[in-house]
């Protein structure tokens, strides 16, 4: 067996040959955040904890089965990179920074409130300084109630222009 693991690393099959070490990085500093335990593995609990970290206290177990499920087993960190190796393939940049504010809009109405993505920016992952805050809002200010048009905003920073 250890033969065949090692020839097949060696055959480029290599999760970690998929990413920057910048982007391994990144993934291991989102496993870290999401194993809420610290057991090296993501489970439903560390998804329910993660859930409620970002505010949304009232996920479904079938929501969090099913997001479980979608591994081939325990999620340890190669598992998980490996997830994102396989959603990721294909989707092109302004795809996947939607997905990512996605999350923090989960009815899918395109806008989050100013305040609240303020706050995840600032406190969560890689920090954002208020003057980083501060240049994304005169970069892209929020309308009269409040809230981000994060869906604009992707396509500016994919795209360089503002929709019509």
């Known amino acids: 067996a250890p033969k065949k693991a ?33 057991d090296g593995f993501i489970d439903k609990a560390d998804l329910r904890d993660t859930f409620a970290a970002l505010g949304r206290l009232n996920v479904k177990n079938e929501e969090l089965e099913d997001m479980v499920k979608e591994a081939p087993g325990p999620i340890n960190f190669t598992v998980f990179l490996t997830m994102f190796g396989e959603k990721l393939k294909g989707t092109d940049p302004e795809e996947t920074i939607l997905n990512a504010f996605k999350i923090f809009d989960p009815e899918g109405k395109g806008r989050i409130k100013a305040d609240y993505i303020k706050e995840m920016l600032m406190t969560q992952a890689d920090r954002f300084s208020q003057e980083e805050i501060n240049q994304m809002f005169a970069a892209f200010p929020p309308d009269v109630s409040g809230n981000l048009d994060y869906k604009n905003l992707c396509y500016v920073i994919t795209h360089g222009e503002e929709k019509d």
């Not at 090692?6 to 500093?29: A, H, L, P, R, Y």
């Open 6 to 38: 090692k020839k097949k690393i060696e055959g480029g099959s290599n999760v970690f040959s998929m990413f920057e070490q910048t982007q391994i990085q990144e993934f291991k500093e989102a496993f870290t955040i999401m194993d809420q335990n610290r």
